[in-house]
């Protein structure tokens, strides 16, 4: 069964600051990863999709890589800002299901 | 607009009692998911559809039933054997494996409390 894991599991930061954030998943035969934004009492909103034959993806101040041998995707966030602050979870999809791990409580100070 | 409608957003369910959530999308998706989301946890999967009249068990099925009758409806039924039933119900839907992009969009949630 898939295990994902986000690391940490909370973050608090200075606005302006470069951020990681970890995700590692233990079986590496997925047909996408995708990272996630949710804000308090709301839904997910999708913030960036990468296909396994991808390595990166980039939106804006967002960047995302996939080393599906190694098991492990990065979100960076550059630039960060107090409206950056919420859940970022990432989920990786294998032939049937889609599996999350259990995310990222970012905070960035003004 | 084009998207995922969970309803209601808040619902209330006395002892022993069924409830249905509603999860309608009009994004021409053949996937389907239901998720539950306890407070501090990440998302479990509670069933999925990957096409019409057929749908699969995710890791706790237990005490919640689905119909998938038509691609744009996913209906959650949490029936009176879910122990503990309170929790944020989140609804996604995708295009489906082997169908290119497969990103999914998720609904805005409902939020059960027993009472």
């Known amino acids: 069964k898939q295990e994902v894991t986000q690391i940490p599991a909370a973050l608090s930061v200075p606005e302006g600051e470069n951020l990681v954030l970890n995700c590692s998943f233990t079986?590496?035969?997925?047909?996408?990863l995708q990272w996630f934004r949710q804000d308090p009492g709301k839904g997910l909103t999708s913030l960036l999709l990468?296909?396994?034959?991808?390595r990166e993806q980039t939106s804006g101040r967002l960047n995302a890589s996939l080393d599906k041998s190694s098991g492990r995707s990065t979100l960076y966030i550059a630039a960060s800002q107090p409206g950056d602050s919420a859940t970022y979870l990432c989920?990786?999809?294998?032939?049937?299901?889609?599996?999350f791990g259990a995310g990222t409580r970012l905070t960035v100070k003004p | 607009d084009g998207g995922i409608t969970q309803s209601p957003k808040y619902l209330f369910r006395k002892e022993g009692q069924n409830v249905t959530l509603s999860c309608e999308q009009n994004?021409?998706?053949?996937?389907m998911y239901w998720y539950r989301q306890d407070p501090g946890q990440g998302l479990r999967l509670i069933y999925y559809?990957?096409?019409?009249?057929?749908?699969q068990k995710g890791d706790i099925a237990e005490g919640y039933s689905v119909s998938r009758e038509k691609k744009e409806s996913f209906p959650l039924t949490v029936t009176s054997a879910q122990k503990n039933p309170t929790a944020f119900y989140l609804c996604?839907?995708?295009?489906?494996?082997?169908?290119?992009?497969?990103?999914?969009?998720f609904g805005q949630g409902t939020r059960l409390t027993v009472v």
């Open positions: 996604a839907s995708s295009r489906g494996q082997g169908m290119g992009n497969t990103e999914a969009f």
């Open positions: 079986d590496s035969a997925i047909y996408n």
């Open positions: 990468i296909q396994s034959s991808q």
């Open positions: 989920a990786v999809s294998n032939n049937n299901d889609m599996r």
């Open positions: 994004l021409n998706h053949d996937a």
């Open positions: 559809s990957q096409i019409v009249n057929d749908f």
